[in-house]
């Protein structure tokens, strides 16, 4: 690498907060490709950001040639981003939908694709996932795994991204890259550093404390960052109804050893650990319930999370034999989800309570992985080459118990036998996965013109474990649940043309894949007392989708830049549950291929810089999904958003910007009688201040203008006429801050 290139990405990365080459697997430094870019710019763009998640090689965002998002540790700062909502609400495409009776937020949707169809990643690791099956149920579904606190940086990739990431890349990529002890000493500097942060939102009245702590003996650094918060309930904008009583509490802690024996080698040893409790008293389920034959008297939930993961990383940059970089990750991470629920229940419209009823629910996943990524840059054909390419493998254990017992109150006799079912259970049995791929990517440079082709080839074996558990809860089915396997070949081809220095256009092709996840083939579910039930299907073909993507983009010296981009994306075989027959009253369901959806759209987004401690910047997107069997709308996509933000400094000193957002109607709904959320305008106002390199403030005030409004992703499927429209809603006006001290 040149002195060129290597002082190009220096100034561009570190001024944009970033670093040249976050600690996870994936992440390389500018090969000698990198010759081909612009000249230093003399103030850094958006574009000038770096990424590692869309092509697994450090780039610029304009030297790939698809969509990218970098947020980094001061967007989280000088945002007052507290939560995965936070990280994306200005972000144009993307979007995370909210339980507001209980659970939390869900997961996060790109361009209409959501749930675990979209690949989640921490320094290169795959987080958990979460049964699908249970989106919908009374114990939510949620993937907020990850404290922001943690991390250093989140890309988000859109579109498909199997080719490089396998399984589950079908709609996008989201990748955090935590803190490293290198973010905080720097060569030369002090072997020590300690900092105190302190953070408040009004979002849902939480606080944070974060300490953080670095030291460097020799060749060796440690470091280790702990959070814990604490909140209650988000309160609804004008609301009519009394909001669920909760209360929660979060801890989080990061530690990392570094330890580099030679000037080429790296060593990394990671441990992690999440935990999050939540106490909610679920008000929105009290009442009478006909279909339920049952009163509903009073409920209360109580629900923990706990991810942690441990990974050994050696990172080895210099030459050996034709391979010029090796990177090895080993890893395991756990999952363990713990939902509990105690009601009082009584006859419809009676007086006191007869029984209640106390649930628990459990799931836990685990997961063992190594990945070994290589990348050799050589000249072939008297161009330049830049090969990334490597094998992943893991190995997955998967389980959903559930337990329920029913105590009548004359009595104090329980059982395990309640609405037709008979505990304890699972939905589906306990299931091994062992998914692994190969890939090979090539960054071929020929003058303006950049090519990009990967493919990756992927096993995926699904191995079913049904015990008595099983059984039980599977009742009548006859079908018996079985293995499946899987092979498929996701290929990605990209082209990044520069017209001038200022001008470039890109387009990509990716192929996306997802295989039948466990709780779909194996699905078996018997509710006699709801006259229902589901059946396994080990015929199930998997998810894939094609995406097309074309852009233009222009960077300017003076730190101004725009992309307009298009996006066409086909999605074929579709999991969804269907009615498929019947047997007396009981009606039958089943996990089936069924939809084609198309989603297209496209997004633009850009910065003016008027001076350089002044810019405007400002995004708007719009995409259009339907279903091509039906040809009606696709409910998760959301309408069209603009937004403005006018910004003053944060360099040095004093920062401030005041962000107008405007939002369309969701009138893309894919039922007459679904709620749409109406189209809306507001107003945040955030400010910060670095009094001197030791102590900094940020403030901010959100939704100034006290606007009434709902996320469509929040209300997918809810009647229009439904009575609880208003627990739904976003808050009112609400303030953020955090400070930060520093030795």
Excluded: C
């Amino acid at each position: 690498m040149t002195t060129r290139s290597f002082v190009f990405s220096l100034l561009a990365t570190t001024a944009l907060g970033g670093t040249l080459a976050a600690p996870g697997l994936a992440q390389v430094p500018p090969p000698a490709i990198t010759e081909t870019l612009l000249p230093v710019p003399a103030q850094p763009t958006q574009l000038d950001a770096v990424t590692t998640a869309a092509t697994r090689t450090s780039r610029p965002i304009d030297a790939v040639s698809s969509t990218v998002s970098v947020i980094t540790n001061e967007d989280i700062n000088r945002d007052n981003m507290q939560d995965m909502r936070d990280l994306v609400r200005n972000e144009p495409g993307v979007s995370v939908g909210t339980q507001n009776a209980r659970g939390g937020f869900t997961n996060f949707v790109i361009r209409g694709i959501g749930g675990n169809r979209v690949v989640v990643l921490s320094d290169g690791i795959r987080v958990p996932d979460y049964p699908g099956s249970n989106a919908g149920s009374p114990t939510g579904y949620t993937r907020d795994f990850v404290d922001l606190e943690s991390v250093k940086q989140v890309e988000i990739v859109r579109g498909p991204a199997s080719a490089l990431y396998g399984s589950d890349a079908l709609g996008g990529v989201v990748a955090y890259t935590t803190k490293d002890p290198s973010d905080f000493l720097f060569p030369g500097g002090k072997n020590y550093y300690a900092s105190i942060k302190g953070a408040y939102s009004g979002y849902d009245n939480s606080f944070a404390e974060t300490f953080t702590g670095a030291y460097r003996a020799g060749n060796v650094e440690v470091m280790g960052v702990y959070t814990r918060r604490d909140g209650g309930a988000m309160q609804p904008a004008f609301s009519t109804l009394a909001t669920n009583p909760t209360t929660w509490g979060e801890n989080n802690f990061l530690g990392k050893l570094v330890f580099r024996p030679t000037e080429n080698d790296t060593i990394r040893l990671v441990g992690e650990y999440f935990q999050n409790a939540q106490n909610v008293e679920v008000l929105s389920n009290v009442g009478d319930f006909p279909a339920l034959f049952a009163k509903v008297y009073d409920e209360w939930g109580r629900d923990t999370t706990q991810r942690s993961r441990v990974s050994a990383q050696w990172v080895h940059d210099a030459p050996v034999g034709f391979v010029d970089r090796i990177d090895f990750l080993a890893y395991f991470t756990q999952l363990i989800q713990q939902q509990d629920t105690m009601t009082w229940r009584g006859a419809n419209n009676s007086v006191v309570p007869s029984n209640y009823r106390f649930a628990s629910y459990w799931f836990t996943q685990n997961i063992y992985g190594g990945e070994l990524q290589m990348n050799t840059n050589t000249r072939l054909f008297d161009l330049s080459n830049y090969f990334t390419y490597g094998l992943s493998f893991s190995y997955t254990t998967t389980s959903r118990p559930r337990n329920r017992t029913q105590v009548a109150l004359s009595t104090g006799i329980g059982t395990q036998t309640s609405g037709g079912e008979t505990f304890p259970n699972k939905n589906f049995p306990d299931t091994n996965t062992v998914q692994a791929g190969a890939y090979i990517q090539d960054e071929i440079n020929a003058g303006k013109l950049t090519v990009t082709p990967a493919i990756r080839l992927d096993y995926y074996g699904l191995t079913p474990n049904p015990d008595a558990d099983f059984w039980r809860s599977s009742g009548a089915v006859s079908l018996l649940p079985t293995a499946s396997t899987y092979w498929s070949a996701s290929p990605k081809l990209g082209l990044l043309y520069r017209f001038t220095d200022d001008y470039s256009a890109f387009f990509q092709y990716a192929r996306g894949f997802r295989a039948p996840p466990y709780d779909n083939a194996n699905f078996a579910f018997n509710n006699v007392a709801s006259f229902y039930q589901i059946l396994p299907n080990a015929n199930l073909k998997p998810e894939t989708s094609d995406g097309f993507e074309v852009g233009v983009r222009g960077k300017y010296k003076e730190g101004s830049s725009w992309q307009l981009a298009g996006f066409y994306n086909l999605y074929n075989n579709f999991i969804d549950v269907v009615q498929v027959g019947m047997i007396g009253p009981i009606i039958q369901y089943q996990y089936v291929n069924l939809s084609n959806v198309t989603i297209w759209g496209f997004e633009a987004r850009g910065e003016l810089r008027i001076r350089p401690e002044w810019s405007v910047l400002g995004y708007f997107a719009y995409a259009h999904g339907y279903d091509m069997q039906t040809g009606q709308p696709i409910d998760s996509v959301d309408p069209w958003k603009a937004s403005a933000r006018l910004r003053y400094g944060y360099q040095q000193g004093f920062g401030a910007q005041v962000i107008g957002t405007l939002v369309g109607t969701h009138d893309q709904v894919s039922n007459p009688t679904y709620f749409q959320a109406p189209g809306y305008f507001t107003l945040d106002l955030t400010a910060g201040y670095n009094f001197n390199d030791r102590v900094k403030i940020n403030v901010g005030a959100y939704n100034i203008t006290n606007t009434k409004y709902w996320n469509s992703q929040d209300v997918i499927g809810v009647p229009a006429n439904s009575p609880q429209l208003d627990r739904y809603a976003q808050p009112g006006r609400y303030f953020g801050a955090n400070l930060t001290m520093k030795w």
